[in-house]
């Protein structure tokens, strides 16, 4: 299944963790921008496609980000630029 659109109303998440579900699929959907008290934010190995959602900018509080061996493809969004404080961003194995 995709990652509900829903996700957005966990404001207050810190820690996002789904690696090596190879059932989540398809696109990150724009409203995880949403969440932008997440720190920890990790679903690598799964099939996930289309683009990194521009959103991902708003999410400032962002230290670690892994998203390699997913279906992503298109260029990486500028507003990573944006997260200032991010420590870790592994993109590798993706489209």
């Not at 990150?28 to 959602?53: E, R, V, W, Y």
């Not at 230290?63 to 500028?78: E, K």
Request: no cysteine; charged share 15%; proline share 7%.
């Amino acid at each position: 299944g995709t990652i509900p659109t829903e996700i957005g109303l966990l404001t207050d998440l810190l820690h996002l963790s789904a690696p090596w579900n190879y059932f989540l699929s398809g696109p990150i959907p724009g409203q995880i921008g949403l969440l932008t008290a997440l720190t920890f934010l990790d679903i690598n190995s799964n099939t996930h496609n289309g683009t990194i959602p521009t959103e991902v900018g708003l999410m400032t509080d962002l230290l670690f980000v892994d998203l390699h061996i997913n279906d992503l493809s298109g260029p990486i969004p500028v507003e990573i630029g944006l997260l200032t404080d991010l420590l870790v961003l592994e993109l590798s194995d993706n489209e």
